[in-house]
């Protein structure tokens, strides 16, 4: 349900963050690192799949497929632990800023930045006590 108190201003500008405003901003601050940490986990992999060629080249061929494998998994786990720290804290940034709270996680899900409430994967946030 949509809160009027929600729409009050931030205390640093006096006027209402706008939900476009927010979601842009929790795109670049949570998902652009995302894609960027599982990017470099898995080309980490391949520079050491490329470094075991030039040393071992007679090295098993499901050994290379076991490390791009683990290594996309890997970056997986970490952008996932990155978002699960992130979402609460951009979350709670952009409502204190003044973005309706009701607005920003109906587009936060239209936009792929959360989840629908009550998702499994919704729980996996590390929200704040405060």
């Known amino acids: 349900m949509y809160n ?3 729409d009050k201003p931030s205390p640093k500008t006096g006027r209402a963050m706008g939900v476009g405003l927010a979601i842009v901003a ?3 601050i949570v ?16 520079q050491i799949v490329l470094a075991i060629l030039i040393v071992a080249p007679s090295f098993p061929n499901v050994a290379f497929f076991l490390i791009l494998i683990g290594s996309f998994v890997s970056g997986v786990a970490v ?8 979402v609460p804290r951009w979350r709670r940034w952009a409502i204190q ?3 309706p709270a009701e607005h920003l996680h109906r587009w936060a899900v239209l ?8 998702n499994p994967l919704e ?8």
């Not at 729980?123 to 405060?130: G, I, P, Y």
């Open 4 to 6: 009027p108190d929600s």
């Open 26 to 28: 929790g795109h670049l």
């Open 31 to 46: 998902n652009l690192p995302v894609l960027a940490i599982i990017a470099g986990v898995l080309w980490l992999g391949v």
């Open 79 to 86: 952008a996932w632990l990155w978002w699960s720290y992130f």
């Open 97 to 99: 800023n003044g973005a």
């Open 111 to 118: 936009t792929g930045l959360e989840f629908r409430k009550g």
């Open 123 to 130: 729980r996996t946030e590390f929200r704040s006590k405060d």
